[in-house]
């Protein structure tokens, strides 16, 4: 495949995303008792943002070209406080890659709908020698002290072209909302962030954070410490013992049974069969899948690989030259969470806290629809964390992939299935344009026939997690659901659908998130899937020696050996790809999707024809 790495290699990348050690003293909590608010507000709840950035969802101006008015208010609102404003140079890397999949084949029109789809980050810089700059002050100047980007009546007097007239004539874009670079983090259960000492980590519980974690040996999992049948009981209660070994927690397990069997064999591509029939395509927004002997026999001694026709993941996938992910390959190989798995303490361990998080995912997906293809971009490392920012640049590159797929460009295929295992709590939800660049590229996958799936987070609380809350509100306890007031759903796009999780027994999950924003529940807890093979973390044993009477060693298990290739693990990060396999399978019986080519208004054919699939799933149908 042109647009594709077959495998994760050493090989240091040209791009970069934000890693944790590039982004650790430019985040700031937003604390409710001392954030700026005006008296007519109530305080903002708590969330975690990088501090020198800000989103906006409006598109960039040409360089060269005089700013709109959307930024010159911008800049005087930061110049209040000594601030300098600059565009981002990545904003306009990303618009380049709109005119290469232009000159690829995708409709001129079309791209001019993605331009507008892929807004503008803003780098906040001091003036002076002053304090780090702060997006929160800005945004609450903007929205406070009446300097709207949407007005057209204050001050342009400090325009730099000294006309007033021409600047309040001047069109203004359709809403140019300006919002935090949240920082998110995955769903999953493992690891135990809040018990290790690092700063990075400390804030998680104001987003999704992973408090109920485990993995530490001094705290969870160890057999003489925790869990331990013959021992102590259970040293933990609640959401906490979904974090130990044999409560949910991850750990090695082993899988006895084949390997999920394809029906559609190897056709022209690798997303087509041997008579044409499209197959499922189902993007994890996460990891990356490591390797695995479902996907790579040749992890095996003796087995032959794929061939290039019958790939079921295909890693890194790139558009128009570019990776869809921006996660950078680590320097070294057991740092990758795909592999090693150990990059916040790489000389002590454990391993990560969500370290083979896309590989489980990846084969909760293949045991529910063999045939789908599995797209795995690198979008966040081992630490779970991810600047808002750079989820953005990532999903509007799998949009620009599913539009040219749409197209028929050669190399591509339509995105069924987008499935986005991670979340943040907004500080204020209850505002209509509260987070307009993340909504905006959501509602863009999804008027152009991609359904998005969310997991609801793991903090048991009803506080709406996003981008999963970006769902409709539904009562649940109806039979089908119904919308409650205010609420419509539109054929021309499918909604959010966003999942919290059940335990193997169909009760609902203690950790779970829920609340009238989550659309359904699915199994999440005590799940067994894919680790990656390569993954051996530096917990040993309790005990290991040489056999006495045959070759090799007699140990008790390795709670960090995951070389058998199977793993138990639990969160609503999971429960999202186990919808996603069903949707994927439902689509493959009901009949796939159409690839009309799109049109700036979206793909409205192929959004109909994923209904039936979304209303069995969830009860869900539009009303005429």
């Not at 995303?17 to 305080?43: C, I, K, M």
């Not at 079309?110 to 929160?136: C, H, K, M, Y």
């Not at 749409?406 to 509260?434: I, K, N, T």
Request: aromatic share 6%; charged share 20%; net charge negative.
């Amino acid at each position: 495949m042109s647009n594709s790495s077959t495998e994760s290699g050493n090989a240091r990348r040209s791009w970069h995303g934000d890693t944790p050690a590039r982004l650790q003293w430019r985040t700031r909590e937003l604390d409710p008792v001392t954030a700026r608010r005006t008296g007519r507000e109530a305080s903002p709840q708590p969330t975690w943002y990088v501090g020198d950035r800000l989103l906006v969802n409006a598109a960039a101006p040409e360089k060269g070209e005089p700013d709109p008015r959307w930024l010159r208010r911008l800049r005087r609102a930061a110049a209040r406080h000594h601030l300098a404003v600059e565009i981002e140079q990545e904003t306009y890397e990303d618009l380049e890659l709109v005119e290469r999949a232009v000159g690829a084949g995708l409709d001129p029109a079309v791209g001019d709908e993605l331009r507008s789809v892929f807004g503008t980050t803003i780098v906040l810089a001091p003036q002076d020698n002053g304090a780090l700059p702060d997006g929160w002050d800005v945004v609450c100047l903007l929205r406070d002290a009446g300097i709207d980007l949407d007005r057209d009546d204050d001050d342009d007097d400090d325009d730099e072209d000294g006309s007033k007239a021409a600047a309040r004539s001047e069109p203004l874009p359709a809403g140019a909302f300006v919002s935090l670079d949240h920082v998110i983090v995955p769903g999953a259960i493992g690891g135990q962030p809040m018990s290790q000492p690092w700063d990075f980590t400390d804030s998680q519980p104001f987003v999704q954070g992973m408090p109920k974690t485990a993995g530490h040996p001094k705290t969870a999992g160890h057999p003489k410490t925790a869990g331990h049948p013959k021992t102590a009981g259970h040293p933990f209660a609640g959401m906490d013992e979904y974090a130990v070994a044999g409560s949910g927690g991850r750990q090695p397990v082993a899988w006895v049974g084949a390997a999920p069997w394809r029906s559609i064999r190897g056709g022209d591509s690798v997303f087509t069969g041997p008579e044409g029939q499209r197959r499922p395509v189902v993007a994890l927004m996460d990891t990356g899948v490591g390797k695995h002997p479902w996907w790579n026999p040749e992890v095996v001694e003796g087995n032959e690989p794929l061939a290039d026709n019958e790939q079921i993941v295909l890693r890194d996938p790139q558009v128009v030259g570019v990776p869809v992910g921006l996660c950078p390959d680590p320097e070294f190989a057991y740092q990758d969470p795909e592999h090693g798995g150990v990059s916040i303490y790489p000389l002590t361990g454990p391993l990560d806290p969500v370290a083979g998080h896309g590989t489980f995912m990846a084969g909760l997906v293949h045991q529910l629809c063999p045939d789908a293809v599995i797209l795995a971009p690198r979008v966040y490392g081992g630490s779970g964390i991810i600047p808002e920012r750079d989820l953005l640049r990532s999903l509007r590159r799998m949009l620009l992939w599913h539009v040219l797929g749409l197209s028929g460009v050669a190399g591509y295929a339509p995105v069924d299935v987008a499935v986005l295992s991670l979340g943040y709590y907004h500080e204020r939800p209850e505002d209509a344009d509260f987070d307009a660049p993340l909504g905006t590229v959501l509602s863009a996958l999804r008027r152009f026939g991609v359904l998005v799936v969310a997991s609801s987070g793991n903090d048991g609380q009803v506080r709406e997690t996003f981008p999963a809350a970006f769902a409709p509100r539904i009562d649940r306890r109806t039979k089908p659901p119904t919308l409650l007031a205010g609420q419509r759903l539109s054929w021309d796009e499918p909604p959010i659908i966003a999942v919290g999780s059940k335990n193997p027994d169909g009760t609902t999950s203690l950790f779970s998130n829920d609340g009238t924003w989550v659309t359904c529940l699915r199994t999440g807890a005590g799940l067994v899937s894919t680790a990656p093979v390569t993954m051996d973390g530096v917990i040993a044993p309790s005990m290991h020696m040489k056999e006495l009477f045959s070759e090799g060693f007699r140990a008790t298990i390795d709670p960090e050996g995951f070389q058998g290739g199977f793993a138990v693990w639990s969160g609503t990060s999971f429960a999202a790809p186990v919808l996603a396999g069903e949707l994927a399978a439902s689509l493959l019986k009901a009949g796939m999707p159409g690839t009309t080519p799109p049109t700036p208004h979206g793909a409205p054919d192929r959004c109909r024809e994923l209904w039936p699939v979304v209303h069995g799933a969830t009860g869900l149908l539009p009303v005429d």
